[in-house]
């Protein structure tokens, strides 16, 4: 997929390298089409490594997207340099007189606070009204799925223990849907979180439907009926070796940490991790830009025509 990014932004000749399609600024503004414009709120700490995470699986379709990343406040950041999101990020104020055909809200290393204690928790729940008046589809992952689905619907968390993390099983629950169009029966996605909401909860809401489950790690994948929002539990973004990574994170403070399930070959850490989710992840995110962005999506943008949008004619 031509992605136009930023020319100087790192993801540009990261993905470049592993033969991904990407298209710089540069290059995108000879092309007289129509882009789809999806902005990317990056709530993730090392915010380079987000960045080439999304965009890879954002890269196996043929329409044009305009990326724009959008950060929620302007405190400095320890894992990213200020020169980073000073040139490549947009703050939501800034932007919050526009309208996206799709948005992407990432997770966030918050799972064991209470929203109460979250310090942009105000303005995250403005950025969800507001894409409910501006967005004509919005994808939550983690840590904001979970968010998210307080703020509608009052659906709250609860905490684990331990940390939920490997790579589990997942079944589908309506094989006609269009989000999962083309997926296998059964398929692999990686989770890293510590709470989950009951499957009995999301029922209770006439406005969701359950996509996906897994026996072990719970619900994975809920969309609202409308199209309009779609809520991940887990990570198909993840690399390969992004659970490795943060087990070592996680070991350095606490020895007790376990290790990621079904991940290492033989269960040993000391094995190369085994990659078998990236194919579902591409596909999911390529299936909503078309299914729930681009065959929905107004050709002109703007807040009355997205309310309008009627996703029952979609085929």
């Not at 606070?113 to 501006?134: G, H, M, P, R």
Request: charge should be negative; proline fraction near 4%.
């Amino acid at each position: 997929m031509p992605i136009k990014i930023p020319d100087q932004l790192p993801a540009l000749s990261i993905l470049d390298k592993e033969n991904i399609f990407v298209m710089s600024e540069h290059r995108a503004i000879s092309q007289e089409i129509r882009p789809m414009q999806v902005a990317i709120l990056n709530l993730m700490p090392n915010k380079i490594e987000t960045e080439v995470q999304i965009l890879r699986v954002l890269s196996n379709t043929p329409l044009q997207i305009n990326v724009e990343f959008v950060r929620i406040h302007a405190n400095e950041s320890k894992n990213t340099p200020t020169e980073h999101l000073d040139n490549f990020y947009c703050l939501f104020d800034d932007i919050k007189h526009k309208q996206y055909d799709g948005l992407i809200i990432t997770g966030a290393p918050l799972a064991l606070l209470d929203y109460s204690q979250v310090t942009f928790w105000d303005k995250i729940c403005e950025v969800f009204d507001w894409a409910e008046k501006n967005v004509t589809s919005t994808m939550f992952s983690c840590w904001a799925a979970h968010a998210a689905l307080f703020h509608h619907y009052g659906l709250n968390r609860t905490l684990r223990k331990n940390k939920l993390s490997g790579v589990f099983q997942h079944t589908l629950l309506d094989s006609k849907e269009l989000l999962t169009r083309g997926f296998d029966e059964s398929f692999n996605v990686p989770h890293s979180r510590y709470g989950y909401i009951n499957k009995a909860d999301y029922q209770s809401v006439e406005q969701l439907q359950i996509l996906a489950e897994s026996s072990d790690a719970g619900v994975y994948l809920v969309a609202s009926k409308n199209k309009r929002q779609v809520y991940l539990t887990g990570h198909p973004e993840y690399d390969t070796s992004t659970l490795h990574e943060e087990y070592l994170r996680d070991s350095k403070s606490d020895a007790t940490t376990t290790l990621p399930e079904n991940y290492y070959k033989h269960n040993n850490a000391n094995n190369c991790p085994i990659g078998s989710w990236r194919s579902h992840g591409s596909l999911l995110f390529t299936n909503w830009l078309n299914y729930y962005v681009y065959q929905i999506t107004p050709y002109k943008l703007d807040s009355s025509n997205i309310n309008a949008i009627h996703p029952d004619t979609i085929i």
